[in-house]
T-cell receptor, first 111, second 113 residues
Framework: KNEVEQSPQNLTAQEGEFITINCSYS?????LHWLQQHPGGGIVSLFMLSSGKKKHGRLIATINIQEKHSSLHITASHPRDSAVYIC?????????????FGKGTLLTVNP | DAGVIQSPRHEVTEMGQEVTLRCKPISGHNSLFWYRQTMMRGLELLIYFNNNVPIDDSGMPEDRFSAKMPNASFSTLKIQPSEPRDSAVYFCASSFSSQYEQYFGPGTRLTVT
């Protein structure tokens, strides 16, 4: 079964700390998405990547295709970064529209 | 652009009633997705439209659920009759093409009592 695993499930940090959230998947993919969802809120797409690294402000996403692993980093974390971060993949050779979602990582950044 | 628009934002209804959720995708996007999010199952794809045509409705739970996209700027998801287990947040998302980034609406929180 094609699976997406995220770790950790829950993460608590102090303001200013460097955060890493991990995502591993079981077979080849054509793209990986990182999404952000604030409590009770909507879903925002942070990154879509298929290789290498992308950066937007304090957020950095990396992917290692050979190791089937991606990381989302947050530098200088802030309480407003508190949210659920969801990894989603589009499997290569499968439907080119279907995303498989991880269960999410709940990040809490304390002031 | 205003982004993906969904209405209503919250819906509380009694079991057995008909519920209609609405979505306006971003102009120029040809792919539209309806998702359901619950604590137990996370995000699940219900149905995918491409150029207003339903391509994949395998995620629609049962015959009580139906979706339409009469034109490029409007889609509905209907539940008739509704049941308490349908309580969830329903998201609509659109993208320029199925392989591009998806933009999510704010969601509709449905509670069926």
């Amino acid at each position: 079964k094609n699976e997406v695993e995220q770790s950790p499930q829950n993460l608590t940090a102090q303001e200013g700390e460097f955060i890493t959230i991990n995502c591993s998947y079981s077979v080849g993919i054509s793209a990986l998405h990182w999404l952000q969802q604030h409590p009770g809120g909507g879903i925002v797409s942070l990154f879509m990547l298929s290789s290498g690294k992308k950066k937007h402000g304090r957020l950095i996403a990396t992917i290692n295709i050979q190791e089937k692993h991606s990381s989302l980093h947050i530098t200088a974390s802030h309480p407003r970064d508190s949210a659920v971060y969801i990894c989603a993949v589009r499997w290569s050779g499968g439907s080119n529209y279907k995303l498989t979602f991880g269960k999410g990582t709940l990040l809490t950044v304390n002031p | 652009d205003a982004g993906v628009i969904q209405s209503p934002r919250h819906e509380v209804t009694e079991m057995g009633q008909e519920v209609t959720l609405r979505c306006k995708p971003i102009s120029g996007h040809n792919s539209l997705f309806w998702y359901r999010q619950t604590m137990m199952r996370g995000l699940e794809l219900l149905i995918y439209f491409n150029n207003n045509v339903p391509i994949d409705d395998s995620g629609m739970p049962e015959d009580r659920f139906s979706a339409k996209m009469p034109n490029a700027s409007f889609s509905t998801l209907k539940i008739q009759p509704s049941e308490p287990r349908d309580s969830a947040v329903y998201f609509c998302a659109s993208s320029f093409s199925s392989q591009y980034e998806q933009y999510f609406g704010p969601g509709t929180r449905l509670t069926v009592t």
